[in-house]
């Protein structure tokens, strides 16, 4: 397996300087969220400072950009970092796309299925296998005069990724996609019983084999060699679960678990502004579903055990965090990338 950092928000400067220190420390690469920052500058500036990381987006927000945008960041992306890039695409929630990004949102996973498409076929005509042509039910593409073109480079290659929660977006990932960004708030049954099936029934649809897809897994990894040292990133950890699991999308997820009624409770208290009652909820029980905590020296073998076998990539979800509140914690989790990157 992989073993990457989930990179938020920051400076130019301040990517590339972490980037440096996760390259020299063993990590495989950094995913690069999009929230109240594009994440295109900061790969490309972290991309010149650490050159042998992997970069991915995750996730970048399909909707609101033309599929010829997304399938050209890439491309040069791809070129300058010599392949080590990835296109991680993401549909957001309706809010998002029509209110902050005043863009078209219709049934997520039929628009997504053909931004895909769209996608590969911009790339497929950047590689000059055929005129640009790619009519669908949302996006539809026939304009690619040569001088428009993007120039051939030796990384031609690009892989394409998307997340997905919900059993249609599985498929399409199955059919379609490179990879998989699995939703940070997961259970091991719903990866077995949901994920995993979803991804083959997809890929059997496509002729392809399921082991072609790549699982990138951002874990809620908890690390600390006493409670005390472990509060501050389990009540992160709590908080995310109890905002995640307060929306629709991830009630069927308390509900295979047995904890029936749970989304609703969480909704009030969301509602209410009640943060505290809302954490109270996530027990340690529910904690360990969702989430991961061990010992500084134990969490590599369980990280290993939970998921070699099924993750190509883990993505640490809240180490950035853990390192800019105690720098000597990077040391720490230089050793774990290195032990599970060595497993």
């Not at 399938?71 to 991680?88: C, D, K, S, V, Y």
């Not at 055929?130 to 993007?150: A, F, I, M, R, V």
């Amino acid at each position: 397996m992989e073993f990457d950092i989930m990179a938020r928000a920051s400076t130019w400067a301040d990517a590339a300087e972490l980037a440096k220190r996760l390259e020299a420390g063993g990590f495989s690469g950094m995913l690069m969220t999009e929230g109240s920052q594009v994440p295109w500058m900061v790969i490309a500036a972290a991309a010149m400072a650490a050159p042998s990381l992997h970069f991915s987006t995750g996730i970048a927000v399909a909707f609101p950009r033309s599929p010829m945008m997304s399938a050209q960041i890439a491309w040069e992306l791809a070129r300058n970092t010599q392949g080590r890039f990835r296109l991680g695409l993401g549909s957001q929630v309706k809010a998002h796309i029509v209110r902050r990004y005043a863009s078209q949102f219709d049934r997520p996973a039929p628009q997504m299925k053909d931004y895909l498409k769209a996608v590969r076929a911009c790339l497929k005509a950047f590689r000059r296998e055929g005129p640009l042509q790619h009519e669908g039910e949302y996006y539809n593409l026939s304009l690619l005069p040569d001088q428009w073109t993007p120039s051939g480079h030796d990384h031609e290659d690009v892989k394409i990724d998307i997340s997905a929660v919900g059993p249609y977006m599985i498929k399409v990932a199955g059919e379609l996609a490179d990879g998989i960004h699995v939703h940070p708030m997961h259970s091991m049954p719903y990866i077995d019983n949901r994920v995993l099936p979803g991804l083959a029934e997809g890929a059997a649809k496509a002729g392809r084999a399921p082991a072609e897809i790549d699982l990138i897994v951002p874990v809620m990894a908890i690390p600390g060699d006493s409670l005390e040292e472990q509060a501050t990133a389990t009540l992160k950890a709590k908080t995310q679960i109890g905002f995640y699991g307060a929306t629709p999308n991830y009630a069927f997820q308390f509900e295979d678990l047995g904890y029936h009624g749970m989304r609703d409770t969480l909704r009030d208290h969301m509602r209410s502004g009640d943060m505290e009652a809302l954490v109270a909820l996530i027990d340690d029980e529910m904690l360990n579903q969702f989430a991961l905590p061990a010992r500084w020296d134990d969490m590599a073998d369980k990280l290993i055990a939970r998921y070699k076998g099924k993750a190509a990539r883990l993505v640490m979800y809240h180490a950035e965090e853990s390192i800019r509140e105690n720098p000597a914690n990077m040391d720490k989790w230089c050793e774990i990338a290195r032990a599970v990157r060595a497993a």
